[in-house]
T-cell receptor, first 114, second 115 residues
Framework: SQTIHQWPATLVQPVGSPLSLECTVEGTSNPNLYWYRQAAGRGLQLLFYSVGIGQISSEVPQNLSASRPQDRQFILSSKKLLLSDSGFYLC?????????????FGPGTRLTVT | AQKVTQAQTEISVVEKEDVTLDCVYETRDTTYYLFWYKQPPSGELVFLIRRNSFDEQNEISGRYSWNFQKSTSSFNFTITASQVVDSAVYFCALSAQSLNNDMRFGAGTRLTVKP
């Protein structure tokens, strides 16, 4: 069966510091991968998605970036965090053979920028 | 427009009451998929159900049931005999060809079930 991991689970970082969140998927190959952000008490905002290694699509212009160095690894980064980057970051995957089907989510990373 | 509207921001019920969460969608696609997810306090989104646009049969899974009506562009979710463990935020979502790889989520409904 497939599993998706995210780490760290929680993170407290000062403004201006760098960020690296990691997401890995097991039990599948060539998944579509997604990064979402959820501000406190709000809905989900799609940040990036990837259909393959090195292929990243950005949905929202901001100071975040994403990379996919391996088939089942998706990384969210920032060079300098802003207060507004605080939130709950969720990684998700979908089987690329079944377009438009459900996405499966990881446990999330709660980021607080101070 | 491709849009999902969950008009109920928060709902509070007492245990054992039935509760219906509303979801209204907009899409220009003829083929599309609708979903419900549950987000408990732990934060992880849990997939509950997928429905495609050609299947209007209602679905029942234990205490959960879903009513899909294309005529009103709605995909409502009913929990029968609610329990405290049902307390969560519930998201309705839409996926369609014109959305490419995106899934459009509603804003979510926070359900609180009191003992």
């Amino acid at each position: 069966s497939q599993t998706i991991h995210q780490w760290p689970a929680t993170l407290v970082q000062p403004v201006g510091s760098p960020l690296s969140l990691e997401c890995t998927v097991e039990g599948t190959s060539n998944p579509n991968l997604y990064w979402y952000r959820q501000a406190a008490g709000r809905g989900l905002q799609l940040l990036f998605y990837s259909v393959g290694i090195g292929q990243i699509s950005s949905e929202v212009p901001q100071n975040l970036s994403a990379s996919r160095p391996q088939d089942r690894q998706f990384i969210l980064s920032s060079k300098k965090l802003l207060l507004s980057d605080s939130g709950f970051y969720l990684c998700a995957w979908r089987d690329d053979r079944v377009r438009h089907y459900e996405q499966y989510f990881g446990p999330g990373t709660r980021l607080t920028v101070t | 427009a491709q849009k999902v509207t969950q008009a109920q921001t928060e709902i509070s019920v007492v245990e054992k009451e039935d509760v219906t969460l509303d979801c209204v969608y907009e899409t220009r696609d003829t083929t599309y998929y609708l979903f419900w997810y549950k987000q408990p306090p732990s934060g992880e989104l849990v997939f509950l159900i997928r429905r495609n646009s050609f299947d209007e049969q209602n679905e029942i899974s234990g205490r959960y049931s879903w009513n899909f009506q294309k005529s009103t562009s709605s995909f409502n979710f009913t929990i029968t005999a609610s329990q405290v463990v049902d307390s969560a935020v519930y998201f309705c979502a839409l996926s369609a060809q014109s959305l490419n790889n995106d899934m459009r989520f509603g804003a979510g409904t926070r359900l609180t079930v009191k003992p």
